[in-house]
């Protein structure tokens, strides 16, 4: 009896080892998918922060109900992933603008490229810089591409930060509070505006130290599922 005991064993461990040693047969994830993301006003890739907006997919080659993946947008509207499976994926942008169409897409061994034109909630233009003494001031104005169902505008924001990485994602979080901002939280209908029928010039004030290159820009958000912002671009500003 206890020769079988140790039969039975011995020959389970053998099948165990045996699975275990079985070869991986699936192909390591290489499918290479890029793109840029394109503010349909200007033709020109968005400005966004590194990482704060995302393209999210689902593979849905296996499952009907997948998890799903994102890829961050960076800084200059572009995204890129290198490490995919071949397969049928559904695709839609998510950030700081109308929300865009879920698309789907096959995925395969060679780079598949895909760009998206959104439109961004608001513009934020004529941005302006002006150093007084240790006293930084920024100014900008804001416009609403699409006007009518405009969520709420709640706030404008300065970002400064120490490299060229910056926005909300990115920067000094000594700025990054209510004293350095403009609340807002209007609809674009009660907004002041100028003669153009923009918005008014926004200012926000920060003290800087001596010594010191700063990259600052501004940023302004509406009231949505994701509340990321939409960004003016980014100025370097050496402090004497």
């Not at 064993?9 to 994830?29: H, I, R, T, Y």
């Not at 080659?61 to 397969?87: A, M, R």
């Not at 879920?102 to 060679?110: D, E, F, P, S, Y």
Request: hydrophobic content about 35%.
């Amino acid at each position: 009896m206890k020769k079988l005991i140790y039969s039975l064993f011995v020959g389970a461990s053998a099948m165990l080892m045996a699975s275990c040693m079985e070869v991986d047969n699936f192909d390591e994830p290489g499918a290479h998918f890029t793109g840029r993301i394109i503010d349909v006003t200007t033709g020109e890739n968005l400005l966004a922060d590194q990482g704060e907006c995302r393209v999210r997919i689902w593979e849905k080659s296996f499952s009907l109900n997948p998890e799903h993946q994102d890829i961050p947008v960076k800084q200059d509207g572009t995204f890129n992933n290198t490490k995919l499976f071949n397969g049928t994926y559904d695709i839609v942008p998510q950030g700081a603008w109308w929300p865009a169409d879920t698309i789907r897409l096959g995925i395969g061994k060679k780079t598949v490229t895909q760009n998206f034109e959104v439109t961004p909630y608001l513009k934020l233009f004529d941005f302006q810089t002006e150093l007084v003494g240790d006293s930084l001031f920024m100014h900008c104005r804001i416009d609403a591409p699409k006007k009518e169902g405009l969520p709420q505008i709640m706030e404008i924001r300065p970002y400064l930060s120490l490299n060229q990485f910056c926005g909300a994602a990115n920067c000094i979080s000594y700025y990054n509070n209510t004293a350095h901002r403009v609340n807002i939280m209007s609809t674009w209908e009660k907004l002041e505006k100028l003669d153009d029928g923009k918005s008014k010039v926004f200012t926000v004030k920060a003290k800087v130290k001596p010594g010191y290159i700063y990259f600052v820009r501004m940023g302004a958000k509406v009231r949505d599922d994701f509340e990321k912002f939409n960004y003016t671009e980014i100025k370097e500003i050496k402090v004497e």
